[in-house]
């Protein structure tokens, strides 16, 4: 069902990756007006809003006065989502201002608020806005970030706008999440994965030696968090199995939780029964200590070495891949150190061939690539060993990339070419 959403747009240089917010909005089939301040209007020109809106853009508070408008666009609203909102416009919010056209909007709207905060560091921390932050998270407005990472300037930390694929599905699982509450609706269903059951695994495995060790990985997790944030967005019904993530859950996934090999393989049993999608990104342990002590393993007196014995864990993509699987695309992972690019692309094909995926996602880790980073750099390969696309960025573009190929597959395979599987 479309929803009826403002874009308010405040004035910060992060207004200029809000158009992106738009637009991701509009193509998920939604009526969306953007409403920016005059702030807003110094960074990005109110054409472009127009454009990418594909509805008239106000900003003046004493414009359309006959119509009311000051506060028929907040009436109108099923959401509105603030992108980025500065540390004025969070402060104004706070103290319910109304001297502009989108502080009209929201006092006079019920819809959920979702705000994006961009600001430096500084003006992050300080105390005014953290109360005034703190004081919006009283009144049920969800905060999407921010993220951590590169300023407008040489600094950076904690301040940067989320990028906008987060930012709106974040915001879509705060009207879901309303909608769940409230069986008298149908549960909004656009995007291209609408109707669709997606299943992610995410994070890395441990295998426990004893009550207080692991044999674990660096996986944090952050890559299958935004795949599952990216179905999710795009209107998919999402299942995550979470290994011990290191990063907050994504909104508006049925999140089960597993902690080895064998409890994620149950889980993956579980869940994948009708599903539509498997996306295997968990880093799962190909070994698991053959006995785990009940108390924890005491230091020889001597100064002797310990050996472990290890025994092999299933190889949980390449089970789901032997047994049928009609009408389950299967998304498998390779984390590789090679730092040959054609090697790289043919340890990809052989792990696809011998598991028997659809599509295998190839990326390069190392100590300092991959894992914990905020950008991935893949290689999807599809059946015939083609590369189907190569995409750079952040995990969120990157997981987005992945889920362009995943519908164009599942359009194929609807249309009855996909007999290869
Ligand atoms: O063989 P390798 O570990 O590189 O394969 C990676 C892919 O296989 C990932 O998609 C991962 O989730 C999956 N995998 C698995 N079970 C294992 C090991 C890996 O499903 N025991």
Redesign the pocket.
Known sequence: MPLNIVVGITGGIAAYKAVGVVRALVLAGHDVHVVPTEGALRFVGKPTLEAISRNPVHTDLYEGVAEVRHVAIGQAADLIVIAPATANAIAKLAAGLADDLLGNTVLASEAPIVIAPAMHTEMWANAATQANVATLRARGVTVVGPAVGQLTGADSGPGRMEEPEAIVAAALAVVDARVAGDPGRDAPATGDLAGRRVVV?AGGTREPLDPVRFLGNRSSGKQGIALAEAARARGAEVTLIAANLEVADPAGCDIRRVST?LELRDALRAAVAGADVVV???????YRPAAVSESKIKKDQSDAGLTLELVR??????ELGAAPHDGTLLV?????TESDADRLLELGRA?RRA?R?DLLVVNRVGWHAGFAADDNDVVVIGRDDRIVTEVRGTKSSVAHGIMDVVVSELGTAADGAASTR
Not at 313 to 318: G, H, K, Q, T, Y
Not at 332 to 336: I, L, S
């Open positions: 695994t090999a295997m990104a968990a880093a799962v342990a190909d864990n299933p190889d949980i993509l390449a498998g992972f390779a984390a590789e792990k598991k995926a």
